[in-house]
């Protein structure tokens, strides 16, 4: 027998979250910043609203999957964040090399003008 009740709200949105984080990573993994933030803001929204639901009606089994699915997001959120340092290292190292020839024509230029 199937059991065709709707999900806890509180569930779906956690299973909302999920899909989202998806989103995120996907993004990251292809270092589309700007989508990244963009669905962030949204994660943000949806994690604040999560922050002031109640769950006490949710059977066992839906406190179970709400469990994974915040394993999951932790897990997502983990890897977006590595993600985002890597590049944010990468982004530092270029900076710096764009830094030191700028440094460097200053001081070559001027004295070449001379």
Do not use: F
């Amino acid at each position: 027998m199937m059991d065709n009740r709707l999900p806890h709200p509180v569930l779906a949105a956690y299973e909302a979250l999920s899909l989202l984080t998806d989103r995120m990573l996907e993004a990251a993994r292809a270092q589309d910043w700007d989508q990244l933030v963009e669905l962030e803001k949204e994660c943000r929204r949806l994690a604040e609203a999560l922050q002031t639901a109640s769950d006490a009606a949710l059977t066992l089994e839906e406190q179970r999957r709400k469990a994974a699915i915040i394993r999951k997001v932790l897990a997502d959120d983990a890897q977006i964040r590595s993600l985002a340092v890597e590049w944010m290292a990468e982004l530092e190292r270029l900076l710096g090399a764009n830094r030191r020839e700028q440094a460097l024509r200053r001081a070559y230029g001027e004295a070449g003008g001379r």
